[in-house]
C-alpha cells in the first residue's frame, strides 16, 4: 500500500518561507513516472489545487500563489517539494499532497501551515 507522507509545516510569520515535503512510503512508486499535486484546505473552505509538477516536469500554480510558491521535484531522493515564499496569512491552511497510479489514487496525511504575527 502506497502512503504519502508530508513533512515541513509549522508556523511561520507573513513574509517568511516554508519548504513542504512529499515522500512516497515504499520504492514501489516513482513520483517521476507521474504527476503530483500539492492542495491545501483552510478552515470553511473547500480544497483548492495549489500546484501541480507533471511526469515530464511541467508545473502549473493557482494565481494566488505564481511568484511565490515553487513545486519540484528530486528524484533521486522520490520527494516532491513546495517551496513557500512571501507568506501571507491567507496560505494558512493544511496542505496535502496528492499523486497517482493505475493501482490508485494516493493522499498524504496533510501538514499545516499557520501564517500569523
Known amino acids: 500500500q502506497v502512503q504519502l507522507v508530508e513533512s515541513g509545516g509549522g508556523w511561520v510569520q507573513p513574509g517568511g518561507s516554508l519548504v513542504l515535503s512529499c515522500a512516497a512510503s515504499t520504492s514501489t512508486f516513482t513520483f517521476s513516472t507521474t504527476a503530483t499535486r500539492w492542495y491545501r484546505q483552510a478552515p470553511g473552505k473547500e480544497r483548492e489545487l495549489v500546484a501541480t509538477i507533471g511526469a515530464g516536469g511541467t508545473t502549473y500554480y493557482t494565481d494566488s500563489v505564481k511568484g511565490r510558491f515553487v513545486i519540484f521535484r528530486d528524484d533521486t531522493q522520490n520527494t516532491v517539494y513546495l517551496q513557500m515564499s512571501s507568506l501571507k496569512v491567507e496560505d494558512t491552511a493544511a496542505y496535502y499532497c496528492?499523486?497517482?497510479?493505475?493501482?490508485?489514487?494516493?493522499w498524504g496525511q496533510g501538514t499545516q501551515v499557520t501564517v500569523s504575527s
Open positions: 496528492h499523486s497517482r497510479d493505475i493501482r490508485g489514487d494516493y
